[in-house]
């Protein structure tokens, strides 16, 4: 049986991509603390796939606390110096929230579209190199 079921946190804000085929896929990683008198935390990478993806995407963000169903997946790549690598992800089954929405992380607001930030009124004036 190849089952994981994991209560952790987003590292960071998850990555989505199209597949040429046209199927959505959402890769992030997921912090898990350990229980005991050795505790730790233990990272996992997971990847959901579909309607999974587009869900994650929407309303999960870096430091949301979810639990995540799903199964292992073994791979492998070639890095830049020819080696393999092995890899294993957790594929992402279902989702569910263990936080309230507002205790959840929010996005962040004024978030640059084009790369650059506002400035404020009054305050270019004051720059260095304008």
């Avoid at 959901?48 to 949301?64: L, T, V």
């Amino acid at each position: 049986m190849n089952n994981v079921q994991l209560i952790g946190r987003l590292t960071r804000d998850g990555e989505s991509r199209t597949s040429t085929s046209g199927t959505v896929f959402y890769r992030n990683a997921v912090a898990v603390d350990r229980k005991g008198k050795d505790a730790g935390t233990d990272f996992f990478n997971i990847v959901a796939f579909g309607k999974s993806a587009e869900f994650m995407e929407k309303y999960f963000r870096k430091g949301s606390k979810l639990a995540i169903t799903g199964h292992l997946q073994s791979g492998k790549y070639e890095n830049k110096d020819g080696i393999e690598i092995p890899t294993v992800d957790v594929v992402v089954d279902s989702t569910d929230f263990c936080e309230s929405r507002a205790d959840a992380p929010k996005p962040a607001e004024n978030k640059p579209q084009d790369g650059f930030l506002n400035v404020p009124e009054g305050l270019v004036e004051e720059l260095p190199f304008t």
